[in-house]
């Protein structure tokens, strides 16, 4: 009896173009059009696995359950709120920025508030250093949360400062992404330390794969950093948790920028780690946030932290960063590991910079991660077209810096690259300054990269071989599959 393959393959190919079909209607929905775009064109080279893969990393939305939750938590911050002396609500003087500081509320539920004091530390031991002293001082509790959290010889006094802090009688609350920092460094020494000390711990958004309303996507992570102590000093930036060479073996260190914070601006980073940590254990901290101390005067900063991520309906850190940008009238300064701008953000450099806005972008020469960064160079000749000049920090350093400027007046440092995944698939927290004298301390900071870079030449940057502009744009588009 001889059997025919054809009637199967003709079945295969009917298959095939269905789901090119139906995928038509599905993709566009909720996703930006470069996404959706770069969905669509895996799909139709091949239907069947390129649908598979959107149904598991195509949503870049969490779980209604967990938005539910923070819905939550925002309705128990806005009760504090709206019990607080409006005398700690910070009036924004300058009109070009009324505006996105009312946006940022808006977005993130978190209004500008004065009497804070802010210091930047750059010195990646100094960092540690300063936590452990603030921890050593700590009375009632410590809230950490990391996105990698490694036990290593460099991180190791920290773990022995919370044991301590233990030992007297501190509450302390540990939260990290374990499933990356197991991956990636086989890291299964931490956890277990933690447990012996009696640390209260949680995983960050934790692996769910089984279909149904748990169901997370596995490569939305919270890339959030922030230590509260006492709601007295607060660390945040973009610093994790783990020696400065990573555990590379090729030479490559990490450069940091964190912010050490006092006044009302700790009580908003306590405020975004309670909002996580009910997440995961359905804990509130109520007595913690509630009982914060208002009237503390600390310095005369006045600042804003906003939450980003998937939790939130909208693109939090894309629209505030857009709209920022384009208040510039003077000078946009950008230091970011990651560089790779939607349409938005792109658009928004390039227009102020036509219109003569001074904008510099400063990146690294060395590359940590090979997709990321042939795919931000795919767009240096565009930017250099445009105008705006690119510093790369050299070699062997990875500038993990995260901080945007405008016009010497208004900056942002925290946690958020500027490419798809901070904006759309990491949960972020970034602190907005409205205070010249403290941009002024950040302005100092950017020249010093800038006196350690090698400045990008358009003509140059035009000439290098063929096979790396291949490569550069091969590795851009993969970075719409988001």
């Known amino acids: 009896m001889s059997f025919s393959l054809g009637p199967l393959f003709a079945g295969f190919i009917i298959l095939e ?8 209607f599905i993709v566009p929905r909720k996703l930006r059009p470069a996404s959706a775009n770069a969905w669509l064109l895996l799909i139709m080279i091949v239907p069947i696995v390129g649908t598979v893969l959107f149904f598991m990393f195509g949503n870049p939305q969490l779980t209604k359950i967990r938005k539910e939750k923070l819905k939550f938590v925002n309705n128990l911050t806005q009760k504090t709120l ?25 977005l993130g539920g978190l209004p500008p508030m004065q009497n804070n004091k802010i210091d930047f530390l750059s010195n990646y031991d100094d960092i540690l250093d300063n936590m452990i002293e ?7 509790y410590i809230n950490v949360e990391y996105f990698l959290a490694v036990l290593d010889d460099s991180t190791k006094p920290f773990f022995e400062a919370l044991e301590k802090a233990i030992n007297r009688g501190v509450v302390v609350r540990f939260m990290y992404d374990r499933v990356l920092s197991y991956v990636h460094f086989r890291n299964s020494d931490l956890q277990k330390f933690l447990d012996k ?26 890339h959030r950093k922030i230590v509260v102590i006492d709601g007295k000093v607060a660390f945040s930036g973009s610093q994790n948790m783990i020696d400065k060479f990573y555990h590379r073996k090729d030479g490559i260190y990490y450069e940091e920028l964190v912010l050490k914070m006092r006044g009302p601006v700790v ?24 009982n914060f101390d208002f009237s503390c005067k600390e310095g005369n900063v006045d600042a804003q932290v906003l ?65 990321a960064g042939h795919a931000q160079r795919s767009y240096y000749e565009e930017l250099l077209e445009a105008g705006i000049d690119i510093f790369l920090y050299k070699t062997p350093v990875f500038l993990h810096t995260k901080q945007l400027i405008i016009d010497n007046n208004v900056a ?29 301390k950040l302005e100092k900071i950017e020249k010093n990269y800038i006196l350690k870079s090698n400045k990008l030449n358009l003509e140059d940057w035009q000439k290098r071989p063929i096979r790396k502009k291949m490569l550069d744009n091969i590795a851009r588009l993969t970075a719409g599959l988001q």
């Open 307 to 371: 939450p980003s991520g998937p939790s939130h309906d909208h693109d939090n850190n894309l629209k505030f960063y857009t709209s920022l940008i384009h208040t510039a009238k003077k000078k946009v300064g950008i230091v970011v590991p990651y560089f790779i701008p939607t349409e938005p953000i792109l658009e928004a450099l390039t227009a102020v910079a036509q219109r003569g806005v001074k904008v510099t972008i400063v990146n690294s020469e060395a590359i940590d991660k090979v997709l």
């Open 17 to 24: 173009w269905a789901i090119r079909l139906i995928m038509l």
């Open 197 to 222: 000390i009696g640390a209260q711990t949680k995983e960050t958004l934790p692996l769910s794969l089984i279909p149904g309303d748990n169901f997370t996507r596995p490569d939305l992570r919270n």
């Open 134 to 140: 603030e921890i050593d001082s700590a009375k009632l």
């Open 412 to 440: 942002v440092v925290g946690s958020s690259n500027l490419d798809n995944r901070s904006f759309e698939l990491d949960l972020e927290l970034d602190v907005i300054i409205y205070d010249k004298k403290t941009v002024s």
């Open 267 to 290: 009580w908003q980073c306590d405020s975004v780690f309670r909002s996580d940590w009910y997440a995961e254990s359905g804990e509130k901290l109520e007595k913690e946030i509630n």
């Open 82 to 106: 709206a019990k607080v002396n409006q005398n700690v609500i910070a009036e924004i003087n300058d009109d070009s920025y009324v505006q996105v500081a009312r946006l940022a509320k808006t």
